[in-house]
């Protein structure tokens, strides 16, 4: 089993920033993958973006230019740092966790931004 507590979420206006944090616990040695994914209302769940234990990512192409993804494999803790957030960024953003062949989730963590 693996557990994930997602933080940073919050509001921020168009063209701000925000990081959001994902700390691992449990079976993390399992893990292959860490990533972000996001649902807005009325909206399926989508990838954000994803890092693999090997170090490749990828970006969703609405966000490619404007966030990263990052891990600190000592912290079992994987960032998503986003700046020039648009309104349409808005949604609740969820921690992923590949082990095969389960998909872990956090618990999610709301990001809006407005002015």
């Known amino acids: 089993q693996v557990q994930l507590v997602e933080s940073g979420g919050g509001l921020a206006q168009p063209g701000g920033s925000l990081r959001l944090s994902c700390a691992a616990s449990?079976?993390?040695?399992?893990?292959?993958?860490m990533g972000w994914y996001r649902q807005a209302p009325g909206k399926q769940r989508e990838l954000v973006a994803a890092?693999?234990?090997?170090?490749?990512?990828m970006y969703s192409d609405s966000v490619k230019g404007r966030f990263t993804i990052s891990r600190e494999n000592a912290k079992n803790t994987v960032y998503l740092q986003m700046n020039s957030l648009k309104p349409e960024d808005t949604a609740v953003y969820y921690c992923?966790?590949?082990?095969?062949?389960?998909?872990?989730w956090g618990q999610g963590t709301q990001v809006t931004v407005s002015s």
């Open positions: 890092k693999t234990n090997g170090g490749s990512t």
């Open positions: 449990g079976s993390i040695f399992s893990i292959t993958r």
């Open positions: 992923n966790a590949y082990s095969r062949p389960k998909d872990y």
